[in-house]
């Protein structure tokens, strides 16, 4: 546990208003224990929420390298390729999501998206 967050709970605490550090914190506290998840995700989310999506796209790399398998950080990995114009790796990491929580709710948005880059992809043909 982190701060009182079960490492479980961790994809639903990627938001600003779960922690009372700010981003010089989590940063200092990142170089001195850069694999620590729930920091990571933290910062992940934050960056991507302030547009800085090449550290985005580091954090969240990183925390799938750490923790393989978890469906919302390969959603949101996902997220940030779309952005960067890496289309077939967000596709990659959002079919991952989907297997990985087929009946959940990552699952499901990671379905919404594939299913809106289909139509798109069809439009433009």
Not at 55 to 60: K, Q, R, V
Not at 95 to 124: C, I, P, T
Request: glycine fraction near 6%.
């Amino acid at each position: 546990r982190e701060r009182g967050v079960a490492m479980d709970d961790m994809c639903e605490v990627t938001q600003y208003g779960h922690t009372d550090l700010d981003m010089a914190e989590i940063e200092a506290m990142l170089a001195t224990d850069p694999n620590n998840e729930y920091l990571l995700d933290i910062a992940a989310f934050a960056y991507y929420s302030d547009g800085r999506l090449q550290e985005a796209l580091a954090a969240y790399t990183r925390l799938v390298a750490l923790s393989f398998g978890k469906a919302c950080h390969h959603l949101y990995l996902g997220n940030v390729l779309y952005k960067l114009e890496r289309s077939e790796d967000a596709y990659r990491e959002w079919k991952l999501a989907e297997k990985l929580d087929e009946k959940g709710k990552y699952g499901k948005k990671a379905r919404e998206r594939l299913s809106l880059v289909n139509a798109l992809a069809s439009r433009a043909v």
